[in-house]
């Protein structure tokens, strides 16, 4: 029992860090390189007509959502393996 | 007034006083007047954390802000909407699991006691009184500017409608005004924005071309760093506002409002959606009104841009639209009031009269009355105070809020959460060092401090607008600092894999655990 949930923790603890590590380094990755960077952030990106400083704003959009969901997903399997374990005891 | 406006203020005022009375006659026990007994689906909670969230600050001031600085006005939102992935993957559930009504029981289930509850009480009720001030002094003058009503009218209106929500419907009708709300703005900005598109044939590199045209940035308006000149004020600002909102309590007792963690995530990632689509559009509106109204004439009416969005509706909608999104501000400024004097109500009324002075043993009557009575004096002493403030700004309180709310709360639910070792002692070090040392900072720094507009007339001892990047670190230094100085205390708190693995796996419903 106390293995089991200990199992679903490191597996849960393992996607959030690395979330939430990677939601940071996004995140600010885009004032910094606003201000190291200003020459390339302002050049056309893959979108044409589209700087680098706008793509990467709307990427963060993007990526909030896609990382809200993908937790979703995953907290949800991680709930339906705790439950089970409680009707299993 | 004209009749118009008279009519849209009287249609959003009749409806939400409905929705109280509604609420009024279920709000019969404690469970239900702070947190609607858990009945809200995930999705409504995500509607109404929306209208918590979103103030008219967001809604008329992030417009103004894309209008006059382009990029860096954007750039400023994208922050607030980072902050739910904090709320989300490391705060959420837990505060879920472990909290009955208000934050301080969240910290109480791991350190039972009185001054663990009455710090967290003290916490929660200075930010959201921090927080709903600016806000009603705002409301002053943007209900002065809006419908030339005077200003102690508009804050009175205000400041009454809010009370009455949370006295007589507490958390059901503010839940529902909120979620009223986040309906009408999002499909106010919606047709707004639909509006703007249709003027210029949805003709995209068309609107670029006009902005460029009417702002005096030219073709730079849509380079970055028109708005933060400096380095650290930037990413301080940042850090603030990404890492604020998992501290403010006014969002965290939002997720006491449905049944299981399932409807919570729900709850936040809706929110994201919802705020995230109306950033968007906030941004197809403030390069609207540059392309469309120009620079000089915004200037001209208004220097502070929040008029933004309304001088668009009545150049693209003629007055009844400007009505329309006149109402929408009006509803947002409630909502968001409402939501704050819930927050106080809870923090006093439950944590400090019920479980501190009365020892948890009042009954569910007294306690119902006392929260009754508790939402009247709030209300009433923050619109007395609003009434005072007209001639002072006030705005630096909002981002403050954020600041405080970072650097007290945050760190102490993070690590009451999950730092093995975390304890008492600790707690109350980093309560006291995230307010003491935001509030030290903000009487140094150049909001308080300033040669010409300052209440004190000389340089600022520390020149940062944003003092976050000072702040949050030494809140957590405070609480990590706090708890290894006492030692070994974290071996008597009980028993701490018990306790997480309650914050972490307790599947069960709210109402199956009470």
Same mark, same amino acid.
């Given at each position: 029992?106390?293995?089991?949930?200990?199992?679903?923790?490191?597996?849960? @603890?393992?996607?959030?860090?690395?979330? !939430?590590?990677? /939601?940071?380094?996004?995140? #600010? *990755?885009?004032?910094?390189?606003?201000?190291?960077?200003?020459?390339?952030?302002? @050049?056309?990106?893959?979108?044409?007509? !589209?700087?680098? /400083?706008?793509?990467?704003? #709307? *990427?963060?959009?993007?990526?909030?959502?896609?990382?809200?969901?993908?937790?979703?997903?995953?907290?949800?399997?991680?709930?339906?393996?705790?439950?089970?374990?409680?009707?299993?005891? | 007034?004209?009749?118009?406006?008279?009519?849209?203020?009287?249609?959003?005022?009749?409806?939400?006083?409905?929705?109280?009375?509604?609420?009024?006659?279920?709000?019969?026990?404690?469970?239900?007047?702070?947190?609607?007994?858990?009945?809200?689906?995930?999705?409504?909670?995500?509607?109404?954390?929306?209208?918590?969230?979103?103030?008219?600050?967001?809604?008329?001031?992030?417009?103004?802000?894309?209008?006059?600085?382009?990029?860096?006005?954007?750039?400023?939102?994208?922050?607030?909407?980072?902050?739910?992935?904090?709320?989300?993957?490391?705060?959420?559930?837990?505060?879920?699991?472990?909290?009955?009504?208000?934050?301080?029981?969240?910290?109480?289930?791991?350190?039972?006691?009185?001054?663990?509850?009455?710090?967290?009480?003290?916490?929660?009720?200075?930010?959201?009184?921090?927080?709903?001030?600016?806000?009603?002094?705002?409301?002053?003058?943007?209900?002065?500017?809006?419908?030339?009503?005077?200003?102690?009218?508009?804050?009175?209106?205000?400041?009454?409608?809010?009370?009455?929500?949370?006295?007589?419907?507490?958390?059901?009708?503010?839940?529902?005004?909120?979620?009223?709300?986040?309906?009408?703005?999002?499909?106010?900005?919606?047709?707004?924005?639909?509006?703007?598109?249709?003027?210029?044939?949805?003709?995209?590199?068309?609107?670029?071309?006009?902005?460029?045209?009417?702002?005096?940035?030219?073709?730079?308006?849509?380079?970055?760093?028109?708005?933060?000149?400096?380095?650290?004020?930037?990413?301080?600002?940042?850090?603030?506002?990404?890492?604020?909102?998992?501290?403010?309590?006014?969002?965290?007792?939002?997720?006491?409002?449905?049944?299981?963690?399932?409807?919570?995530?729900?709850?936040?990632?809706?929110?994201?959606?919802?705020?995230?689509?109306?950033?968007?559009?906030?941004?197809?509106?403030?390069?609207?009104?540059?392309?469309?109204?120009?620079?000089?004439?915004?200037?001209?009416?208004?220097?502070?841009?929040?008029?933004?969005?309304?001088?668009?509706?009545?150049?693209?909608?003629?007055?009844?639209?400007?009505?329309?999104?006149?109402?929408?501000?009006?509803?947002?400024?409630?909502?968001?009031?409402?939501?704050?004097?819930?927050?106080?109500?809870?923090?006093?009324?439950?944590?400090?009269?019920?479980?501190?002075?009365?020892?948890?043993?009042?009954?569910?009557?007294?306690?119902?009355?006392?929260?009754?009575?508790?939402?009247?004096?709030?209300?009433?002493?923050?619109?007395?105070?609003?009434?005072?403030?007209?001639?002072?700004?006030?705005?630096?309180?909002?981002?403050?809020?954020?600041?405080?709310?970072?650097?007290?709360?945050?760190?102490?639910?993070?690590?009451?959460?999950?730092?093995?070792?975390?304890?008492?002692?600790?707690?109350?070090?980093?309560?006291?060092?995230?307010?003491?040392?935001?509030?030290?900072?903000?009487?140094?720094?150049?909001?308080?401090?300033?040669?010409?507009?300052?209440?004190?007339?000389?340089?600022?001892?520390?020149?940062?607008?944003?003092?976050?990047?000072?702040?949050?670190?030494?809140?957590?230094?405070?609480?990590?600092?706090?708890?290894?100085?006492?030692?070994?205390?974290?071996?008597?708190?009980?028993?701490?894999?018990?306790?997480?693995?309650?914050?972490?796996?307790?599947?069960?419903?709210?109402?199956?655990?009470?």
């Amino acid at each position: 029992m106390e293995k089991g949930y200990e199992k679903i923790w490191r597996e849960k @603890r393992r996607f959030i860090l690395t979330a !939430v590590s990677f /939601a940071f380094l996004f995140y #600010f *990755l885009l004032p910094v390189s606003l201000i190291y960077f200003p020459e390339t952030m302002n @050049r056309q990106s893959f979108i044409p007509g !589209v700087t680098w /400083a706008w793509a990467y704003a #709307f *990427l963060q959009i993007i990526m909030i959502w896609l990382l809200g969901w993908l937790y979703h997903l995953k907290a949800k399997k991680l709930d339906k393996l705790t439950e089970q374990m409680i009707q299993e005891e | 007034m004209n009749l118009t406006y008279f009519l849209f203020f009287i249609c959003i005022v009749v409806c939400t006083l409905i929705i109280t009375y509604w609420a009024a006659k279920r709000s019969v026990t404690t469970n239900i007047f702070y947190t609607a007994d858990g009945s809200l689906t995930g999705f409504q909670n995500g509607l109404a954390i929306a209208g918590d969230f979103i103030s008219a600050a967001s809604f008329l001031g992030i417009v103004g802000t894309i209008a006059f600085n382009g990029y860096d006005g954007f750039l400023y939102s994208i922050g607030f909407l980072v902050s739910y992935l904090v709320v989300l993957f490391l705060i959420a559930e837990p505060v879920h699991r472990l909290g009955k009504y208000s934050l301080g029981d969240v910290i109480c289930s791991r350190f039972p006691g009185s001054s663990m509850r009455l710090m967290l009480a003290i916490g929660a009720f200075t930010i959201s009184i921090l927080y709903m001030i600016p806000q009603l002094v705002a409301s002053g003058f943007l209900l002065r500017l809006l419908l030339n009503i005077d200003y102690s009218i508009s804050v009175l209106v205000i400041g009454s409608l809010m009370t009455i929500y949370v006295m007589f419907g507490g958390m059901i009708a503010t839940s529902w005004v909120q979620i009223v709300k986040t309906i009408v703005l999002m499909s106010g900005t919606f047709l707004l924005s639909l509006i703007v598109l249709s003027n210029y044939n949805w003709n995209i590199p068309a609107i670029i071309t006009d902005v460029q045209a009417h702002s005096p940035l030219g073709e730079y308006f849509f380079h970055p760093g028109h708005l933060f000149d400096h380095t650290i004020e930037l990413i301080s600002l940042q850090l603030a506002l990404i890492l604020g909102t998992a501290g403010l309590p006014h969002i965290l007792i939002r997720l006491f409002t449905v049944k299981n963690t399932f409807e919570v995530r729900r709850s936040l990632l809706s929110a994201t959606w919802i705020i995230g689509t109306f950033y968007l559009m906030t941004l197809i509106l403030g390069l609207g009104t540059i392309a469309l109204i120009g620079y000089e004439t915004l200037v001209a009416t208004d220097s502070t841009g929040n008029l933004a969005a309304p001088l668009l509706a009545q150049a693209v909608g003629g007055d009844f639209l400007l009505a329309f999104i006149s109402a929408v501000a009006f509803t947002t400024i409630v909502a968001v009031v409402a939501g704050l004097v819930i927050s106080a109500t809870t923090a006093f009324s439950h944590d400090i009269y019920h479980m501190v002075w009365k020892k948890g043993k009042s009954t569910e009557k007294e306690q119902l009355y006392a929260a009754r009575w508790t939402a009247l004096a709030i209300g009433l002493l923050s619109t007395i105070f609003a009434l005072r403030l007209e001639t002072m700004n006030v705005t630096f309180l909002v981002s403050m809020t954020f600041i405080v709310a970072a650097s007290s709360i945050f760190p102490v639910l993070l690590f009451t959460i999950y730092w093995k070792k975390f304890n008492r002692t600790g707690v109350i070090a980093g309560m006291l060092s995230g307010l003491i040392v935001s509030l030290v900072l903000l009487v140094l720094g150049p909001h308080v401090m300033h040669p010409e507009h300052g209440l004190i007339g000389r340089e600022a001892i520390i020149p940062l607008y944003n003092p976050g990047i000072i702040a949050i670190p030494l809140g957590f230094l405070g609480a990590f600092l706090g708890a290894l100085a006492s030692g070994n205390q974290s071996e008597n708190e009980g028993d701490y894999p018990a306790f997480f693995r309650k914050a972490q796996s307790a599947t069960r419903s709210r109402s199956d655990a009470s």
